[in-house]
Structure formats: structure tokens, C-alpha cells
């Protein structure tokens, strides 16, 4: 179990247009989903917090109206690449949060190349 | 000071050894401990999830919190060349706030 599926799992796109990233918990629910990027080398940069059917909450530094986020259910997120630019160019994860838990559970992964 | 502090290594060691993962932390409101294993381009995978104080073992893997020290560790017991990954540890108070991660050991296992 807590299966947590990314789609899709890499993406090239030109740059100044828009590109989706689904997250699913497949197996649980999960009211608050995180999104991350990770460049080569190093950890973890959470971007927002995501909570099911309320506004996310950005990191700071992190433009919202770039980086649209979109928590319609208790196992989907969406991350919506605004006018995507090469410096959006990144690996981009997604993680779930078991309901009752703190327990938390990380996507694939979706690599995303803005030429 | 950075809230968690991992020693990003690299790490290398022969198949069979036991292998000592660590972690220090300064936020004593830390509750909730994890160990994440990341093989390159691909998303974390728990390994172990563990409350305050105390031993859980999993298999080859054990992870140990000392509270009183804020010190946290992930022993791999009989290591295997597919063990070889980045493990990161993290934390989270219970106030249900941001996890946080350490940087990440690199860790190579040689056959």
C-alpha cells in the first residue's frame, strides 16, 4: 500500500507554454499533497503545501501565479507550469500525506525540459 | 545552523557490511522521525517512520532516535549493492508542520 503515481513522468515543452503535473495517492487519502523540486545533487525543495479544497500555501520565493496548484480531491493535486521558461527546467515531486498520520509519501517524480 | 545537518558523504562500503547512517538535529519540537532511501531520478521511498524515542527494526534495517541527544540513525545490516542510493533523513513536530530533510547521504555499496 500508499502508492503515490506522478504522470507524467517527463515532459519537454516549448518555452511560454503551460504544462500539468498530475499527482494520485492510489491507495489512501490524502487531504494535504506537497510539491517539491530537487536539482542534480541536492535535497529537496518543497514549493507549496497543497489542502484539499483550500488555497496552497507557497514557500517563499515561490510564485504562485507561475506555479498553479489545484487539490480537487482527496487523491489528486495538480501543479500547472505557467509560461514555462528553460529555468523552470527541473525535477519535479510530489508527496501525500496519509490522513490520520504524518506519514508521507513521495512520487516518481516528473522531469520537466522548457526548451 | 541548518535545523537538520546530515553528513552528505560520499559513503562507500564492500557488500555484507553494516552500514551507520546519521543525523543531528536542534529543534527539539522534532516528533515524528523518517528514513527516506532516493535512487537517482526517482522520487523518496519511506524506509522508516518512527515516534520520539526509541528501536524499530524492518528487515535488514533499523532506525534508532536518542531524543535526549537529538540524534537519529538507519543501520543496514548485511548491505547489498542495491542498497546503493542517497538516503535522507527527516523530521516533523506535531504540530503537523513541514517535513524536514537533512541533505542526504550518498551511499555506494562496492560488490
Known amino acids: 500500500g500508499a502508492v503515490v503515481s506522478q504522470h507524467p513522468s517527463w515532459v519537454i515543452c516549448k518555452s511560454g507554454t503551460s504544462v500539468k503535473i498530475e499527482c494520485r495517492s492510489l491507495?489512501?487519502?490524502?487531504?494535504?499533497m506537497f510539491w517539491y523540486r530537487q536539482f542534480p545533487k541536492q535535497s529537496l525543495m518543497l514549493m507549496a503545501t497543497?489542502?484539499?479544497?483550500?488555497?496552497?500555501?507557497?514557500e517563499q520565493g515561490v510564485e504562485k501565479d507561475k506555479f498553479l496548484i489545484n487539490h480537487a480531491s482527496l487523491t489528486l493535486s495538480t501543479l500547472t507550469v505557467t509560461s514555462a521558461h528553460p529555468e523552470d527546467s527541473s525535477f519535479y515531486i510530489c508527496?501525500?500525506?496519509?490522513?490520520?498520520?504524518?506519514?508521507?509519501?513521495f512520487g516518481p517524480g516528473t522531469r520537466l525540459t522548457v526548451t | 545552523q541548518k535545523e537538520v545537518e546530515q553528513d552528505p558523504g560520499p559513503l562507500s562500503v564492500p557488500e555484507g557490511a553494516i552500514v551507520s547512517l546519521n543525523c543531528t538535529y536542534s529543534?527539539?519540537?522534532?516528533?515524528?522521525f523518517m528514513w527516506y532511501r532516493q535512487y537517482s531520478r526517482k522520487g523518496p521511498e519511506l524506509l522508516m517512520y518512527?515516534?520520539?524515542?526509541g528501536n524499530k527494526e524492518d528487515g535488514r534495517f533499523t532506525a534508532q532516535v536518542d531524543k535526549s541527544s537529538k540524534y537519529i540513525s538507519l543501520f543496514i545490516r548485511d548491505s547489498q549493492p542495491s542498497d546503493s542510493a542517497t538516503y535522507l533523513c527527516?523530521?516533523?513536530?506535531?504540530?503537523?508542520?513541514?517535513?524536514?530533510f537533512g541533505q542526504g547521504t550518498e551511499l555506494s555499496v562496492k560488490p
Open positions: 508527496s501525500a500525506r496519509r490522513d490520520g498520520t504524518y506519514e508521507q509519501y
Open positions: 491507495d489512501f487519502q490524502a487531504t494535504t
Open positions: 497543497s489542502n484539499e479544497g483550500s488555497k496552497a500555501t507557497y
Open positions: 529543534n527539539s519540537a522534532f516528533q515524528y
Open positions: 518512527t515516534y520520539s524515542s
Open positions: 527527516a523530521m516533523i513536530n506535531n504540530q503537523g508542520g513541514k517535513l524536514i
